[in-house]
């Protein structure tokens, strides 16, 4: 069955960090990109980042970079995210996804079931 | 990295067909033939239902098709069924790895 799980969400305060995880499983993981979406509650869908299946190509919304880093371990089947400098607004459920290509360019073919970070003190 | 433009909601009786609009620029919808379509019931993860424009992946109902002209990418539900009330929302490839999605339209079955 293909799958992915998010793990390393929770409350925060501002201005600290946080590392998410997802773990895949199901496909062959190196022949994908993978990106992060993240959804506020009761708002919409907001990409976050994107990885191509060899690191080579990554990129971010301008809502998040400088703070935020993607990053994956083809050996681990696993997606990362590491959140630094957190602020209230970054509070969301966030997604990791299945790319249905090897850059970081398609659609989404594959949802986790997300994992929720909160952003308060 | 501005969103895409979809209307707020529409709504259409079983059986009806309904369109669902996505305006973006000449940078992302215009450019790349890499629409894609969401579908999202409350509580759930996003679906894929539309991929490069106007592609269904496999088990997605042949009711549900996509087009672009222009800037503007739009997805066409025919035969609406009650299970199809949830919100959808486009997605954009836009360039410089970067993605950009519309702000979600709410889909109600009359």
């Known amino acids: 069955e293909v799958q992915l799980v998010e793990s390393g969400g929770g409350l925060v305060q501002p201005g600290r960090s946080l590392r998410l995880s997802c773990a895949a499983s199901g496909f062959t993981f190196d022949d994908y990109a993978m990106h992060w979406v993240r959804q506020a509650p009761g708002k919409g869908l907001e990409w976050v980042s994107g990885?191509?299946?060899?690191?080579?190509?990554?990129g971010y919304a301008d809502s998040v970079k400088g703070r935020f880093t993607i990053s994956r371990d083809n050996a681990k089947n696993s997606l990362y995210l590491q959140m630094n400098s957190l602020r209230a607004e970054d509070t969301a459920l966030y997604y990791c996804a299945k790319d249905n290509g090897d850059l970081p360019a398609d659609a989404f073919d594959i949802w986790g079931q997300g994992t929720m970070v909160t952003v308060s003190s | 990295q501005s969103a895409l433009t979809q209307p707020a909601s529409v709504s259409g009786s079983p059986g009806q067909s309904i369109t669902i609009s996505c305006t973006g620029t000449?940078?992302?919808?215009?450019?790349?033939?890499?629409v894609s379509w969401y579908q999202q019931h409350p509580g759930k993860a996003p679906k894929l239902m539309i991929y490069?424009?106007?592609k269904r992946p496999s088990g997605v109902s042949n009711r549900f098709s996509g087009s672009k002209s222009g800037n503007t990418a739009s997805l066409t539900i025919s035969g609406l069924q009650a299970e199809d009330e949830a919100d959808y929302y486009c997605c954009s490839y836009a360039g410089s790895r970067d993605v950009v999605f519309g702000g979600g339209t709410k889909l109600t079955v009359l």
């Open positions: 490069e424009g106007s």
């Open positions: 990885i191509s299946w060899n690191s080579g190509s990554i």
């Open positions: 000449s940078s992302d919808v215009g450019s790349y033939n890499l």
